[in-house]
T-cell receptor
């Protein structure tokens, strides 16, 4: 079936660098996307979301970019900190259909070294 | 409570036994999701409830798995005749409606021995 996937399973950066985590989705009908952060032993935590009528959305130190033409989603983290070390998942949904579930990709493990 | 609550946090059971996992969603949330996460893996969708609509059960891996949601609030995931491959963290999430931010509980870690 269709699913959301991530380009790289791991990403290692230095503290202070900017991080970019990528995600490719295959369901062109998806119109709502979320990035989650999951720390060890915890449930996923919402970071930022974006709807398909936008191509960019900014939060605190994070930016999500959506390219519907190539079905690509990215999460940019500015000035990455050790506390950003976690597994990051993207998820997709068809928001205009209330009866659809969030589908997750496999995740990218971000490691931040001091 | 303020967030999604799951119980128990840990469950060890013998192969062949039935288990029930509970999820208390955020009050007023009409959408509720169950996922399974094996060690080091992503979130595998199991089942989705949205209001009074028929649940989306397309992710349930076998007929040993079932879930219900009573009164549009608390949900119970039941695994019958547990197998060792059922060992995983079972995560529940809720959202105010489909197509919006989903909030997760801390999960139930199930170990089948």
């Amino acid at each position: 079936g269709e699913s959301v996937g991530l380009h790289l399973p791991t990403l290692s950066v230095q503290e202070g660098d900017n991080s970019i985590i990528n995600c490719a989705y295959s369901n062109s009908a998806s119109d709502y996307f979320i990035w989650y952060k999951q720390e060890s032993g915890k449930g996923p935590q919402f970071i930022i979301d974006i709807r398909s009528n936008m191509d960019k959305r900014q939060g605190q130190r994070v930016t999500v970019l959506l390219n519907k033409t190539v079905k690509h989603l990215s999460l940019q983290i500015a000035a990455t900190q050790p506390g950003d070390s976690a597994v990051y998942f993207c998820a997709e949904n068809m928001a205009n259909q209330a009866g659809t579930a969030l589908i997750f990709g496999k995740g990218t493990t971000l490691s931040v070294s001091s | 409570g303020a967030g999604v609550s799951q119980s128990p946090s840990n469950k060890v059971t013998e192969k062949g036994k039935d288990v029930e996992l509970r999820c208390d969603p955020i009050s007023g949330h009409t959408a509720l999701y169950w996922y399974r996460q094996s060690l080091g893996q992503g979130l595998e969708f199991l089942i989705y409830f949205q209001g009074n609509s028929a649940p989306d059960k397309s992710g349930l891996p076998s007929d040993r798995f079932s879930a219900e949601r009573t009164g549009g609030s608390v949900s119970t995931l039941t695994i019958q005749r547990t197998q060792q491959e059922d060992s995983a963290v079972y995560l529940c999430a809720s959202s105010s409606r489909g197509g919006t931010e989903a909030f997760f509980g801390q999960g139930t870690r199930l170990t089948v021995v």
